[in-house]
């Protein structure tokens, strides 16, 4: 049998269900730590597994450039090459080959491009994309499908998307259908309801195991984008897993679940690790924070990571001060541990059939937190500087995604060690959002 | 009863024994891996603990600036703040403030400088010293020492030790002694035999827990570092630990436990860690080094490290090309474990009397890995530039502790991608040798 998906329950229309791969079955909804380059940045497989994620995904456009997926093949997939015996989803490329790749050139076959790390010339077609990620060793296969910018006008959105439904269906072509693995087709058309609604009967035409909310994040902000999805998972086949790529903050998490979505990724928990930003059930705090200095407390009670469990704030403040690499390493760890427990606590609710009030004693939690820092502000007024930067409710992903800083956007205030996402530059290639 | 050192076995000048500490007790020889400024460098504490390292070292110049000794007081001292349950040495700071601080003006009663980090002023004497490692809640407190630059001239090394043996009696003075603590006196003189006993009549005169030979690895050559070792550690008290500072290389570890050396420490696992330099049982190899970039083989086969048992060494230099933290993580873990492992492994052999057979099969590993890269040079001469830097012998530190790439020094080629040690360079503090 292909991958598939089953559902255990419905609440309104969160859904609790399985993913059955051929590396496992992984309970849905699910948020996948992003592996980018063959490792989830700053953790070991190991640590990966202890936060409780079950599933991870991997970017076949920097593996495609490093170490290459034939090689990737030859080390036996991506899977033993990276100790993660879980099942793993890989990306078609096609997103980075739009944000990150050098000189890109777009024909009705493919994309022809410059590698950003060393300038060599590559092609991506529908059929070399599967391809890849066969040699990749995927569970989950993406179709290669065009991203275009936002905003875009309804006759580009319906240009590229048309486009992509012609790859889709070049893609169902070239995929292998193997025992327990699967290829997903990508819903586009921007922000268009009749269009996401011509690209579902496209796809669902095909026929794919599974299918993702594709062309989301990527500027149009928290209320578009759920406005997208309230038009879009309705219509997908509901026996089938429904994946909302490159989303998103915790907020934007329950938001996809509470609208029928059952598999996420997003960078946001391993880069906001490296940036010192940790997401705690008081909402989110930047640890260089002054404030930190001498906080004996723990980072977040609810939390079973080693960073929580080990260590106090004081000590996470003093290790990106002192820009040691363990600081990045717990934070990330925390992080994606944050996440994990929050799908945890989704599919319990879900299955309880409480899951507006577990929604609603989490949100909570951020408010709780964000009227203590301001509460904090008030009594001391003179430490403003200071103390912004602490716990503030969780902005919306698709609203900034890389322009969050966690000062309170309505104090004026911005602590001069308030870390922004940083923008890429040079060489360094960022991670993905999808 | 204070901190204290029992003998096991002896196998010609080397001894096994236990360290008997507050914290634990340590089986010697031990290497100690070097946790700068309240971290071992890119791993957890239940890393490090993974490796079989039984104590740590931290470092009193660091952690007095950055996070400062009394805040880590506060916090309740450094084995809670970092995580760790075993013993651990601080270092006195002596050796850091003469390598790091800036504009350092010393005086008979101790030394004033100017913080590499933010150029704050600060001032360090004998009691001040022991003071911040009480603070630090160390195991193991050293002495603080006038550290001189090699060569020096007799005169000034006379000099030197004579102020030290002062500083020792005032550091003596100011310990305040404890269940399971004690303090280390620091033998000094240089490459000058009669100073360096000397130092050491001077020393057991005042009476210390454990006596360290101070002084070496700074540029002296390893034969010149064996050399006094040779005339020191026979004059040390059998009776207590004979700790060597900031020593070394697999094989200057090998030649201190010849002598009668007890307990190491080291930057240079973990350094070489994070500069892609992995220390085998065939020797030296660098994981930059396109001769692995399809290498499906175990790092090391001896090793039970995760970067042995679950990686290849195609992915390790995978991960070191694409810039991943994960590279710098898993061989610093490894080479931690190979420290760990040649410990345990001399220690073992002295108990069972059979200490030079050990050290003879651990030294004939090295040779043969590198007469195979040797080999391999031959076999293909045109790939020489490709295959510099694999396996070579495990070179002298003292030598030349900041220059040694793991290129065959003899053969005139190096490799682009061989990375020497880096040098220190503006705000970017290196960790210390001793």
Request: with cysteine.
């Amino acid at each position: 049998m292909t991958l598939h998906h089953t559902l255990q329950a419905t609440d309104g229309r969160a859904r609790a269900g399985t993913l059955h791969t051929a590396h496992g079955e992984v309970p849905t909804p699910v948020f996948m730590p992003v592996g980018t380059a063959g490792t989830v940045k700053a953790m070991t497989a190991d640590a990966v597994r202890a936060t409780g994620a079950r599933m991870i995904l991997g970017n076949t456009y920097h593996l495609m450039l490093r170490p290459g997926a034939e090689r990737v093949g030859r080390l036996g997939g991506l899977h033993r090459m990276v100790d993660w015996d879980g099942p793993i989803l890989t990306d078609s490329g096609g997103f980075q080959v739009m944000s990150l790749a050098k000189l890109r050139k777009m024909d009705r076959d493919g994309v022809t491009f410059r590698s950003h790390v060393d300038g060599s010339k590559h092609r991506l077609t529908p059929e070399r994309s599967i391809e890849i990620q066969h040699l990749l060793d995927a569970d989950v296969t993406m179709c290669l499908d065009e991203c275009i910018p936002f905003p875009a006008t309804e006759e580009e959105a319906a240009r590229a998307m048309r486009m992509s439904m012609l790859w889709a269906a070049r893609c169902r072509e070239a995929f292998v259908p193997r025992e327990g693995y699967g290829l997903f087709g990508i819903v586009q058309g921007g922000v268009f309801p009749e269009l996401r609604a011509e690209s579902v009967r496209a796809l669902t035409e095909i026929g794919f195991e599974g299918y993702a909310v594709g062309g989301l994040a990527v500027g149009e902000g928290q209320e578009i984008m759920f406005q997208t999805l309230d038009i879009t998972t309705p219509l997908l086949p509901a026996d089938k897993a429904h994946y909302l790529m490159g989303v998103g903050t915790p907020s934007d998490l329950i938001g996809g679940v509470r609208r029928g979505i059952d598999m996420f990724d997003c960078v946001m928990p391993t880069r906001s690790g490296r940036t010192a930003r940790a997401y705690t059930s008081r909402g989110v705090m930047n640890m260089r924070n002054a404030r930190f200095a001498d906080d004996a407390t723990t980072l977040d009670p609810e939390c079973n990571c080693p960073a929580c469990t080990r260590h106090t704030r004081a000590y996470l403040h003093h290790l990106f001060r002192a820009e040691e690499m363990l600081g990045p390493m717990l934070l990330t760890w925390h992080n994606i541990r944050y996440y994990q427990r929050l799908m945890e606590r989704l599919r319990a609710a879900i299955l309880a059939g409480r899951f507006e009030d577990e929604a609603a004693r989490i949100e909570a939690g951020w408010e709780a937190g964000a009227a203590e820092a301001a509460a904090l502000k008030t009594v001391v007024p003179g430490a403003a500087a200071a103390l912004a930067g602490g716990a503030t409710p969780l902005p919306g992903n698709a609203a900034a995604p890389l322009a969050a800083g966690d000062a309170d956007p309505t104090s004026g205030v911005v602590a001069a060690d308030t870390v922004p996402f940083p923008v890429p530059a040079g060489n360094e290639a960022p991670e993905s959002n999808a």
